[in-house]
C-alpha cells in the first residue's frame, strides 16, 4: 500500500532472494563468522542459488539474478571480482526482512556501546562497521515492525531505541516513547563518565524530553534554594579542582565576605528547548518585554554607530599592544589564521567598519545567532545570545510564572556556586582541556560527579550573563560566570570575572535565571 511499501517488497521473488544475500553478508553465521560489506563473486553466486532453491526457481541461474541486480543498481561490482550492495541502507532493508525482533536485538546487545563487535581478529575499522551494520538492521526493523521494536529494543540499547522510533516518525507520546525516555533516564542516572551521559541526554534530546523546569502552578520546581546567610566569595572559594583554583588573581573577583537573602537559582542554564518556546511565543516581536536599549539593538537602530565604537575601541587596544597577537598564537588561543585576521583588523580604518557594519546590520535580530539546532541538540544551553536577549527571556518567563525571574548579580551568582561546591567538588567539566569543541547537553558533566541533586553546569559548558556591570561607569560590558568549553578550566572558576559585551552574541555564553520565590 502507499503507506506500508514492505508487504508489496516482499511478494517480488528478486527481492526475496536478495534478502538472502543481504541477510548473509550482514548477519553472522552458526560459526559467529561474518561477510565484510563486500564479497567475491563466487560467495554471492552460492547464496544466490541457494535463495533460487529456496524460492524453487530451479529454471532461473544464479547469474541472471546476479546481472539483473547490477542492472538495477541494486548490486555494483567493484573490477576486482567482488561485489556489493549499491548502498548499506539498501543491504541493512533487504536483510531486515529476513530477521525477527528478537535476533536483531541480539545483534545489537553484542555490538552496542561498550560491546564486542566482530570476529576475533577485527580490525577496528571492521568492527565499527559491525555497529554501524547493526545499528542500520534497528532503523530497518523498525520500519517493519513498528513500535513494538522500538519498545523492546529500548531495553538493549535505548539511544539506538530513541533514534529509530524517531527516524521512523513514531509517536514520541506513546506507551512505547516513555518506555525508551525511561530507559535512558535510568542509564542517565547510572552514567560512569560525561560521554555516557551525552549519549543518553542527545537520546533524550530526540525524543522531545525536556528537564523539569519551573511552571506557574509552582515555580519553585527545578530551582535550588540558596540560604539567607554569610558568604565568602571570590578566590577563597574552593573548587575541590586543583587545575580550576589556580585561577589568576588580576583576573578573580576581591575576596569578600556578605550577606545574602534567601534566592532561588534555576537548576541548569537555559537549554535550546526552554529557549525555542520564547521565540516560539513571539518574544522578539513583543516590545513590551525588551529594554528601550535592548529593543534598539534588536531592531538595529544606532547598530552602525554602536559596532563601530565597539570595534574602534578593540581595533585601538590591538594596536596599543600588538604583541599580544603573537601571545595568543603561543598559548593556544588562536591559529595563524585567526592571527592574521586581527593583523588585517588593525590596519581598518572607521570607513571600513561602518561599511562592515552597514552589511551586518540590514536585518532584525529575531533568533541567537546560528539558531540552528540539530535534534540532538535541544538539551544543550542556549548560546549566542546577546544580555539583552537574556534580560527579555527573563522578562516573558516572568510573565509565565507569575513571579519576578532576572538575571542574578555576581553575589549572586557566586554564592550560589558555592553552595552547590559544598555538596560536591568539581571533578570534570567540559572546557578546553576536554577537547569537546563545542557546548555539551546540560548535566553531562553533572551526571557522573556523584554530587547528587545540585545546580547543574555552573563551571565549564558556558559562561553565564549576570546583570552586573564589568566596571563602574562602563555601560557597554558586564560580568560573565562560570568558563566554557572554549576557555581553560582556571577561567571556570566562580571567582573569574569575564567580560561581555552586551550586544555581542558568541557561542560560548548563555545565562540562567533567578527566581525570586518563597
Known amino acids: 500500500t502507499a503507506e506500508d511499501p514492505w508487504p508489496l517488497l516482499a511478494d517480488v521473488p528478486l527481492i526475496r532472494i536478495l534478502a538472502v544475500l543481504a541477510q548473509a553478508m550482514s548477519l553472522p553465521d552458526e560459526s559467529g563468522r561474518r561477510w565484510a560489506v563486500k564479497a567475491d563473486r563466487h560467495q554471492v553466486r552460492t547464496t544466490v542459488a541457494r535463495g533460487l532453491a529456496g524460492e524453487g526457481l530451479t529454471e ?3 547469474a541472471d539474478v546476479i546481472g539483473t541486480a547490477i542492472d538495477l543498481h541494486i548490486l555494483v561490482e567493484d573490477g576486482k571480482g567482488s561485489l556489493r550492495f549499491s548502498h548499506r541502507i539498501v543491504q541493512q532493508l533487504l536483510a531486515a526482512m529476513t530477521v525477527d525482533i528478537d535476533r536483531v536485538i541480539a545483534l545489537v546487545r553484542t555490538t552496542g556501546p561498550g560491546g564486542d563487535a566482530g570476529q576475533p581478529g577485527s580490525s577496528e575499522v571492521e568492527v565499527a562497521t559491525y555497529a554501524e551494520n547493526e545499528a542500520g538492521l534497528a532503523l530497518a526493523a523498525a520500519q517493519l515492525h513498528g513500535e513494538r521494536f522500538t519498545e523492546r529494543l529500548a531495553t538493549a540499547n535505548p539511544a539506538l531505541a530513541a533514534e529509530a522510533h524517531v527516524a521512523a516518525r513514531f509517536d514520541t507520546t506513546s506507551r512505547a516513547a516513555e518506555r525508551i525516555c525511561a530507559e535512558l533516564q535510568d542509564g542517565l542516572a547510572g552514567a560512569t563518565s560525561p560521554p555516557v551521559a551525552i549519549r543518553a541526554l542527545e537520546a533524550l534530546s530526540r525524543m522531545g524530553w525536556s528537564h523539569p523546569r519551573p511552571s506557574d ?3 519553585t520546581r527545578a530551582t535550588h534554594l540558596v540560604p539567607a546567610r554569610q558568604w565568602r566569595l571570590g578566590r577563597q572559594i574552593d573548587t575541590g579542582n586543583t587545575e580550576i583554583n589556580s585561577i ?10 556578605i550577606e545574602l537573602p534567601a534566592f532561588r537559582i534555576a537548576d541548569c542554564p537555559v537549554t535550546n528547548r526552554e529557549y525555542g518556546e520564547f521565540v516560539g511565543a513571539g518574544g522578539y516581536e513583543r516590545r513590551e518585554l525588551w529594554t528601550t536599549t535592548g529593543w534598539d539593538w534588536r531592531t538595529r537602530r544606532e547598530a552602525v554607530e554602536q559596532f563601530v565604537a565597539n570595534w574602534i575601541r578593540k581595533r585601538d587596544t590591538l594596536r596599543q599592544n600588538p604583541l599580544r597577537i603573537v601571545r595568543l598564537i603561543r598559548e593556544g588561543l588562536a591559529t595563524p589564521a585567526q592571527a592574521a585576521a586581527l593583523v588585517r583588523f588593525i590596519d581598518l580604518d572607521e570607513s571600513d567598519l561602518a561599511a562592515h557594519a552597514r552589511n551586518h546590520s540590514n536585518q532584525p535580530i529575531r533568533a541567537p545567532e546560528a539558531w540552528q539546532i540539530p535534534a540532538t541538540g535541544w ?35 557566586e ?3 558555592a553552595w552547590r561546591l559544598e555538596h560536591g567538588p568539581a571533578k570534570s567539566i567540559n572546557s578546553i582541556e576536554n577537547g569537546a569543541g563545542a557546548t555539551s547537553p546540560v548535566g553531562a558533566y553533572e551526571a557522573s560527579s556523584g554530587a547528587g541533586d545540585v545546580a547543574k553546569d555552573m563551571l565549564g559548558n558556558c559562561f553565564e550573563w549576570t546583570f552586573d556591570y564589568y566596571r563602574a561607569g562602563d555601560h557597554f560590558r558586564r560580568i560573565v560566570k562560570g568558563g566554557s568549553w572554549r576557555q581553560e578550566q582556571w577561567r571556570a572558576h566562580p571567582a573569574y570575572r569575564g567580560r561581555g559585551n552586551i550586544s555581542i552574541r558568541t557561542d560560548d555564553v548563555g545565562f540562567r535565571y533567578l527566581v525570586e520565590a518563597p
Open 415 to 417: 554564592a550560589a556556586c
Open 60 to 62: 532461473v541461474s544464479a
Open 248 to 257: 589568576r588573581q588580576e583576573l578573580a573577583s576581591e575576596r569578600r565576605t
Open 379 to 413: 538539551l544543550n544551553p542556549v548560546v549566542g545570545v546577546s544580555w539583552f536577549e537574556a534580560n527579555a527571556f527573563c522578562a516573558w518567563k516572568s510573565e509565565q510564572l507569575g513571579v519576578p525571574v532576572r538575571l542574578p548579580t555576581e553575589d549572586e551568582w
Open 217 to 219: 502552578d509552582d515555580p
